[in-house]
């Protein structure tokens, strides 16, 4: 069979039985069979990085394998997991089940940071950024990929999240300017070196309540870190302990900013004014007008800081 016959007969095969996440707009029934295609033919990529891409052909082995990953699929194992790879503001990741899978949602918070370090890069060298919650190093890394000034250091409390994003530097050959390091939020950089001395904290907590992550679709919850997700009882639990915790870290007028969920906006934007720490708080919504990213900018010094 010539392969666009095999692709269209996948596609009717697969009408209907594939079922797909609101928060993976990119996966759709071409860009499933296009990147599942390519990862069996032995150069795994991202759904998103099969556009416009000509399939290249398949031997019977590899049909076969085609036809093994196409059922993991549909017995709900994610495409990422499939392929190892998940694009993230344009840029192709190594991913597994050792962090949470980048949402393209998160491009929100990831752009925004970006769009900062560069403004940022215009008044000095080298700009210091912590990304907290690394999970696979997606945001820090991405940063750092996109604007040559920036020097990250990621952090996270999962040692198997950092495992993956230690695995994504040298993926992405960027250790002369990205560290990882294992500990509970800012642990790991609790020290003179870090101390008022970065320039842009960027972070994407846990942040659905506990009782929602234990009604989470399956697809997730069998395959995806539950602490990815657990934020306490009411979600917020660390990103209250951010917006308290990141002064000590930051330079004066340094920024710090994160992802929130939705429905979370407006009281975290509250917590941030109550604060007194931040001189200025603002905020990004989704297509849908959800507040998803807030940035606060340091106000002082931090030895007129309390804890
Ligand atoms: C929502 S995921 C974000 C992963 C990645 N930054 C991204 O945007 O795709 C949250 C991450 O926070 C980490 N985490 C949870 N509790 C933490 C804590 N107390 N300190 C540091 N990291 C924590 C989890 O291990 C997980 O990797």
Redesign the pocket.
């Known amino acids: 069979m010539h392969q666009n016959e095999h692709f269209d007969s996948l596609k009717q095969r697969l009408h209907n039985k594939i079922s797909f996440l609101d928060d993976k707009p990119e996966e759709t029934l071409d860009s499933t069979i296009k990147s599942l295609w390519f990862t069996a033919f032995g150069t795994p990529i991202s759904c998103e990085a099969t556009d416009s891409i000509d399939l290249p052909e398949l031997s019977d082995y590899q049909k076969d394998i085609l036809n093994q990953l196409i059922e993991k699929r549909l017995n709900n194992t994610p495409l990422a997991h499939l392929t190892g790879r998940q694009r993230?503001m344009g840029i192709d990741f190594i991913c597994d089940k050792r962090?949470?899978?980048?949402?393209k949602e998160?491009e929100i918070?990831?752009w925004r940071a970006l769009k900062l370090s560069i403004e940022l890069a215009k008044l000095k060298q080298r700009i210091n950024i912590i990304?907290?919650?690394?999970?696979?190093?997606?945001?820090g890394l991405s940063i750092a990929f996109h604007n040559l000034n920036a020097k990250v250091y990621s952090?996270?409390?999962?040692n198997e999240?950092v495992d993956l994003t230690i695995e994504n530097i040298s993926y992405l050959k960027l250790h002369q300017r990205v560290c990882a390091g294992q500990?509970?939020?800012f642990?790991s950089v609790d020290h003179n070196q870090f101390h008022e001395n970065t320039d842009i904290i960027v972070?994407?907590?846990?942040?659905i309540s506990g009782a929602k992550v234990k009604n989470m679709n399956p697809e997730i919850s069998e395959n995806e870190?539950v602490?990815?997700?657990?934020g306490g009882m009411f979600g917020t639990k660390?990103i209250q302990?951010l917006i308290v915790d990141a002064p000590i870290f930051l330079q004066k007028k340094g920024w710090l900013i994160f992802?929130v969920g939705v429905g979370q906006g407006e009281f975290i934007i509250q917590l941030c004014q109550k604060s007194k720490r931040y001189d200025s708080v603002e905020y990004l919504k989704d297509h849908s007008g959800n507040i998803r990213v807030i940035l606060v900018r340091n106000k002082q010094f931090n030895m007129l800081v309390t804890r």
């Open positions: 993230f962090a949470l899978i980048p949402r998160t918070l990831g990304d907290v919650c690394c999970g696979g190093g997606n945001l952090t996270d409390i999962s999240a500990g509970d939020l642990s972070c994407n907590p846990p942040y870190p602490l990815a997700f657990d660390i302990r992802e």
